[in-house]
C-alpha cells in the first residue's frame, strides 16, 4: 500500500512514525520509569522536594531549599537561626537560583545621580556587602562585627589616592574615600599627610589609586564567612556550626530558655561530612527553627 505511494510521501510517513516512537519512549516512557525510581524507598522524600509540613499539614518549606526567617518589614526575627544571605531571586527563588556573580576585586560602591537619571541605579560593593552583613549579624549577636577593609559604619574601606605625577607617581594631592558619600564624615582623618574627603557625584573614582585600609579588626573574624556571603546557588539550607554558635545566645534570649538548651537543640540538628570526610559539618535552619518551635513557641512571628 504505501509502496505505491510517492517517494515524499513515504518520507514524511516515516519521519512522523519516528516522530511517534520517541515521543512514547522519551516523552512518556522513560519520564514514567524515573518517577517510579523516584518513588523508591530513600529516594521519594528527595524527590518530592523534602516538603516540610507543620502541625495542621500545611507546608512550611523545604528541608533542601533555605528560606529568610524575618517578619513583616524584612528585618529578621530574633527568635529564629538565620539562613546565609542568598542571591537567587529575592532571596532562596528557586526558579532563579544563581551567585551574584560579584568577585573580590568587586570593591567600589556605585551612586547613582539623580540629577542625570530617573532610575536608581545605586550598587553596593560585594566587599560592602560583606562589611553590611557583618556589622549587622555583630550587632544583632553581640559578638566583634569587625572585618578586614571594612569601616566601622559597615562599607568597604577603600580610598582613591591622586597624584601629582603622570600615573600613580609623585606626591599625593587628593583622597577621596570612594564608599562614603558626602555629607558622611570619611571613615580616616588623613593619608599621605592629605586630608581625606568624602565622595561627590563629579569625583573620577578611576583617576585615582586604588587603596584598600585594612584597619584593626581581628585577623579571624567572629562572624563566620557563611553569615556574609551568598552561595552559588542561593539555595543553600544548612549554615556553618560557626555561624549558628554565634546565634545561639541571642535566640535562647528571646524565647526565654537557657543557652545550654538551644545549643543542645543545634547538636541534634547538625550532620557530619558528607561520606565522613567531604566538606564540613553543617546546621539546618529549618530543622532546627521547627524544633525550637515545638520546644518554645516564638513569641515574634514571621512575617
Known amino acids: ?11 514524511h510517513l516515516a519521519a512522523l512514525r519516528i516522530l511517534l516512537v520517541f515521543t512514547v519512549v522519551v516523552g512518556l516512557a522513560y519520564p514514567l520509569a524515573i518517577l517510579a525510581v523516584a ?57 532563579s537560583t544563581s551567585a551574584s556573580n ?15 537619571s530617573t532610575d536608581d541605579e545605586s550598587r553596593q560593593s560585594l566587599l560592602t556587602q560583606v562589611c553590611a552583613r557583618s556589622r549587622a549579624v555583630g550587632e544583632a549577636d553581640g559578638v566583634d562585627g569587625r572585618r578586614p577593609y571594612c569601616t566601622v559604619r559597615g562599607v568597604g574601606a577603600v580610598l582613591a589616592v591622586y597624584h601629582a605625577g603622570p600615573g600613580f607617581s609623585g606626591r599625593v594631592t587628593k ?8 555629607p558622611q564624615r570619611p571613615f580616616l582623618v588623613t593619608y599621605g599627610g592629605v586630608p581625606v574627603t568624602c565622595r561627590t557625584l563629579t569625583d573620577d573614582i578611576a583617576a585615582g589609586q586604588r587603596v584598600l585600609i585594612r584597619g584593626d579588626a581581628p585577623a579571624r573574624p567572629a562572624v563566620p564567612a557563611d553569615a556574609v556571603t551568598a552561595s552559588g546557588s542561593g539555595l543553600d539550607p ?16 528571646a524565647r526565654g530558655l537557657p543557652a545550654a538548651r538551644v545549643r543542645s537543640l543545634v547538636e541534634a540538628h547538625t550532620s557530619g561530612r558528607a561520606l565522613g570526610f567531604l566538606g564540613e559539618p553543617v546546621v539546618n535552619v529549618l530543622n532546627l527553627n521547627r524544633a525550637l518551635d515545638a520546644l518554645a513557641p516564638a513569641r515574634r512571628q514571621q512575617g
Do not use: H, K
Open 102 to 116: 560579584l568577585g573580590p576585586e568587586d570593591v567600589v560602591d556605585t551612586f547613582d545621580d539623580p540629577r542625570t
Open 39 to 95: 518513588q523508591l524507598p530513600g529516594l521519594r522524600d528527595r524527590a518530592d522536594g523534602s516538603i516540610v509540613t507543620d502541625a495542621a499539614g500545611r507546608p512550611v518549606g523545604s528541608s533542601l531549599i533555605g528560606q529568610s526567617f524575618t517578619d513583616a518589614t524584612g528585618r529578621p526575627v530574633a527568635d529564629y537561626f538565620q539562613s546565609r544571605p542568598s542571591a537567587a531571586g529575592d532571596g532562596y527563588d528557586p526558579t
Open 175 to 182: 583622597v577621596v574615600s570612594v564608599n562614603e558619600l558626602c
Open 238 to 253: 544548612q549554615i556553618s556550626t560557626a555561624y549558628a554558635d554565634v546565634q545561639v545566645a541571642r535566640v535562647a534570649r
Open 1 to 11: 500500500m504505501f509502496a505505491r505511494l510517492p517517494g515524499w510521501a513515504r518520507q
